[in-house]
């Protein structure tokens, strides 16, 4: 199955800077399967990005992703409070999909 | 309003069984496949089962195959997962997904249930 690590490990920024995670899978991603996630303290998990690019319905535009082969990023170019939560990337263009561990992004 | 809640979780010994349930609405539930996906608490995700909008196919992580089964009443609007012989290490939060899968496989998984917790405990 295919492995997706990201980082960097907690990241603290304050809110109106910019934030960068990284998502690095152990193989090639086909077709641009991989999706990026929110999620809060006590919620399910919000779909952000699909498609690498392509933002879901109703995220603001402040969210975007990009890469392509195995080293994927989602920018939020300015934080907003409620933008500080648990990001995960998810491949899908191999069965099983897979997850990354998370990226926390934490007030500074 | 468009959503999934799942029900079914609870406290069960090693070996044991459990039927959870997830019921949608606010969407036409036969028009897309459905997952679950579980998260152990403080941890990660990691995708349990899928199966297609009419049944007919389906699809398990090698953890839980041969042990969970998924099944769907599109009657009901409702996605089941039966697991059987139960081990401490399925303790998790159990959500179901709606999955933007295509010919029987997994996608991006666009809408969640806020999950029921699973504990395997003697």
């Known amino acids: 199955e295919i492995v997706l690590t990201q980082s960097p490990g907690p990241l603290s920024l304050s809110p109106g800077e910019r934030a960068t995670l990284s998502c690095r899978t152990s193989?090639?991603?086909?077709?641009?399967?991989l999706a990026w996630y929110q999620q809060k303290p006590g919620q399910a998990p919000r779909l952000l990005i699909y498609g690498v690019s392509s933002r879901a319905t109703g995220i603001p535009d402040r969210f975007s992703g990009s890469g392509s082969g195995t080293d994927f990023t989602l920018t939020i170019s300015r934080l907003e409070p409620e933008d500080f939560a648990v990001y995960y990337c998810q491949q899908y263009g191999s069965s099983p999909p897979t997850f990354g561990q998370g990226t926390k992004v934490e007030i500074k | 309003e468009v959503q999934l809640v799942e029900s079914g979780g609870g406290v069960v010994r090693p070996g044991g069984s459990l039927r959870l349930s997830c019921a949608a609405s606010g969407f036409r539930f036969d028009d897309y496949g459905m997952s679950w996906v579980r998260q152990v608490p403080g941890k990660g995700l990691e995708w349990v089962s899928s199966i297609n909008w009419t049944g007919g196919s389906t699809g398990y992580a090698d953890s839980v195959k041969g042990r969970f089964t998924i099944s769907r009443d599109n009657a009901k609007n409702s996605l089941y997962l039966q697991m059987n012989s139960l081990r401490a290490e399925d303790t998790a939060l159990y959500h179901c997904a709606r999955d933007q899968g295509w010919l029987g496989r997994s996608g991006y998984f666009d809408l969640w249930g806020r999950g029921t917790l699973v504990t395997v405990s003697s």
């Open positions: 193989q090639s991603i086909s077709s641009s399967y």
